[in-house]
T-cell receptor, first 115, second 113 residues
């Protein structure tokens, strides 16, 4: 079974540019989450999709961040325009919907550096 | 929002030593989880705790869900080189739910040769 895949693994962009991160969850996982870890700090929740619907986007920092999950399969997270403080590792995670104790599977993350 | 205080931030130990780390919260959680992150990879679930007072083992790892539901600890016995990494605690407000996780700041474990 393929795990959660994220692309790219690294991205270095200049302030003001746009970057789009992609996440392919495990097949059959309706729950999809985005998290971010800024260096040395905790992993923070950004948002949660159930299928194609945004269930909770309370963690999105501001309107420069746009997440989509058209068709309920893969998801993209676009940052436009990027700022220096957006640097960090962006993790995607997925799990089965509504199953007791369904563990969260994380991707390897995208390391974003904004210069 | 909810915050988890995880300590220590880092540990430098020799191979074979035991390790202990903990998390405390000002809020109640109904589920406590412990994850490990290796360099260049995402967090991997080590142990999940679903009931206050629960003590669970996974090989050399032992974790407990505090009675107050506001804390948890993780012990690693007889550390080996592959234990190196960052350990995160995480809390979830619901039991068995799909709710987001609140993570601690992590404990970086280094084994000194």
């Amino acid at each position: 079974e393929a795990g959660v895949t994220q692309f790219p693994s690294h991205s270095v962009i200049e302030k003001g540019q746009t970057v789009t991160l992609r996440c392919d969850p495990i097949s059959g996982h309706d729950n999809l989450y985005w998290y971010r870890r800024v260096m040395g700090k905790e992993i923070k929740f950004l948002l949660h999709f159930v299928k194609e619907s945004k269930q909770d986007e309370s963690g999105m920092p501001n309107n420069r961040f746009l997440a989509e999950r058209t068709g309920g399969t893969y998801s993209t997270l676009k940052v436009q325009p990027a700022e220096l403080e957006d640097s960090g590792v962006y993790f995607c995670a997925s799990s089965f919907l509504g199953t007791s104790n369904s563990p969260l599977h994380f991707g390897n993350g995208t390391r974003l550096t904004v210069t | 929002g909810q915050q988890l205080n995880q300590s220590p931030q880092s540990m430098f130990i020799q191979e074979g030593e035991d390790v202990s780390m903990n998390c405390t919260s000002s809020s109640i959680f109904n589920t406590w989880l412990w994850y490990k992150q290796d360099p260049g990879e995402g967090p991997v679930l080590l142990i999940a705790l679903y009931k206050a007072g629960e003590l669970t083992s996974n090989g050399r790892l032992t974790a407990q869900f505090g009675i107050t539901r506001k804390d948890s600890f993780l012990n690693i016995s007889a550390s080996i080189p592959s234990d190196v990494g960052i350990y995160f605690c995480a809390g979830q407000g619901q039991s068995f739910g799909n709710e987001k996780l609140t993570f601690g700041t992590g404990t970086r474990l280094t084994i000194i040769p």
